[in-house]
């Protein structure tokens, strides 16, 4: 099973752009679809972005659609999530998930991630 651990989360000012890192462990990446979730005070978790096993199918929340971007590298066993344009209400604890998938170049149901593996989340403060 895989273990994952993110970096790159840090205060920004809003408009500002930050991109964070999943890496995993082990040897079975790409066999993984992967997703980014975020909690921020008070809140539950919510569902941000996720990325097929092949990386050519991505799924987004519609908070931020057209501002983060995510991506894989399975020979870097990483993960990415690009963000642009942040916003103060982007504020949270991002966590990546791994989640194994059958099929290669489809995204899998965002609840499905509640049963994988998460890792232990990278700070993201944005200011006004």
């Known amino acids: 099973q895989a273990q994952l651990v993110e970096s790159g989360g840090r205060l920004v000012q809003a408009g500002d752009s930050l991109r964070l890192s999943c890496a995993a462990s082990g040897r079975t990446f790409s066999s993984y679809a992967m997703g980014w979730f975020r909690q921020a005070p008070g809140k539950e978790r919510e569902f941000v972005a996720e990325?097929?096993?092949?990386?050519?199918?991505?799924y987004y929340a519609e908070s931020v659609k057209g501002r983060f971007t995510i991506s894989r590298d399975n020979a870097k066993n990483t993960a990415y999530l690009q963000m642009n344009s942040l916003k103060p209400e982007d504020t949270a604890v991002y966590y990546c998930?791994?989640?194994?998938?059958?099929?290669?170049?489809?995204?899998?149901?965002?609840?499905?991630?509640?049963?994988?593996?998460w890792g232990q989340g990278t700070q993201v403060t944005v200011s006004a």
């Open positions: 998930a791994a989640r194994s998938a059958y099929r290669l170049g489809y995204v899998i149901p965002p609840a499905e991630f509640e049963d994988g593996t």
């Open positions: 990325i097929s096993r092949s990386g050519g199918s991505t």
